[in-house]
């Protein structure tokens, strides 16, 4: 069965920085975009950063020039390293991906979540 599973999350005074991490595992064909989303209590799962098998990457602007979303393709993991942290970066980080398994089509799988929270 695929799985992500993501990691890296926890207690950050503002200003700081956390980098989290997602791999995928299981009967995995080929991944295709990667991508950190992003939701706070009472509110919807946003976009944080995405990016292509390629490398092209995309950001919400609320987080452009403090994070950066990078892969490691040999290992099938995404990161996210979110520098500059703000109170209102308090949320469940949520990795998603469109994978491929060996005997299916490409279809799009969540990981669990990690807990980021931003205060004094």
């Known amino acids: 069965q695929v799985q992500l599973v993501e990691s890296g999350g926890g207690l950050v005074q503002p200003g700081g920085s956390l980098r989290l991490s997602c791999a995928a595992s299981?009967?995995?064909?080929?991944?295709?975009?990667m991508a950190w989303y992003r939701q706070a209590p009472g509110t919807e799962r946003d976009l944080v950063a995405g990016?292509?098998?390629?490398?092209?990457?995309n950001y919400a602007d609320s987080v452009k020039g403090r994070f950066t979303i990078s892969r490691d393709n040999a290992k099938n993991t995404v990161y996210l390293q979110m520098n500059s942290l703000k109170p209102e970066d308090t949320a469940v980080y949520y990795c998603?991906?469109?994978?491929?398994?060996?005997?299916?089509?490409?279809?799009?799988?969540w990981g669990q979540g990690t807990q980021v929270t931003v205060s004094s």
């Open positions: 998603n991906a469109f994978i491929r398994s060996v005997r299916t089509t490409t279809r799009n799988y």
């Open positions: 299981g009967s995995i064909y080929s991944i295709d975009t």
């Open positions: 990016i292509t098998s390629g490398g092209s990457t």
